[in-house]
């Protein structure tokens, strides 16, 4: 059974910083890019951050230069640092497991985060 468990988002001022994690198991994780995501009340779900199975990180515009993706696959666990939050930062976040090639892709059930202005 694949599982997806984040952890790490609650509630920060604006400017501050948190650390997201994603662990995960019933996977080989190396084999598997890890996303992030995250779900801004009444919006949409956007990507956030890619780690991709050979190390290569992209992020979508909003966050380059504040947050950082991370991943060790001995720990089967990808990080999403996050610095310099603001309130337009908030919402749920969820890590995401997808191996192209073999049409798997898995969910967690997300972590929230709030920031205060």
């Known amino acids: 059974q694949v599982q997806l468990v984040e952890s790490g988002g609650k509630l920060v001022q604006s400017g501050g910083s948190l650390r997201l994690s994603c662990v995960a198991s019933?996977?080989?994780?190396?084999?598997?890019?890890m996303l992030w995501y995250r779900q801004a009340p009444g919006k949409q779900r956007e990507f956030v951050a890619l780690?991709?199975?050979?190390?290569?990180?992209n992020y979508v515009d909003s966050v380059k230069g504040r947050f950082t993706i991370s991943r060790d696959d001995d720990k089967s666990t990808v990080y999403l640092q996050m610095n310099s939050l603001t309130p337009e930062d908030t919402g749920t976040y969820f890590c995401?497991?997808?191996?192209?090639?073999?049409?798997?892709?898995?969910w967690g059930q997300g972590t929230r985060v709030t920031v205060s202005s």
């Open positions: 995401n497991a997808v191996r192209l090639g073999q049409s798997r892709n898995y």
């Open positions: 780690a991709s199975s050979p190390g290569q990180a």
């Open positions: 019933g996977i080989i994780f190396r084999f598997y890019d």
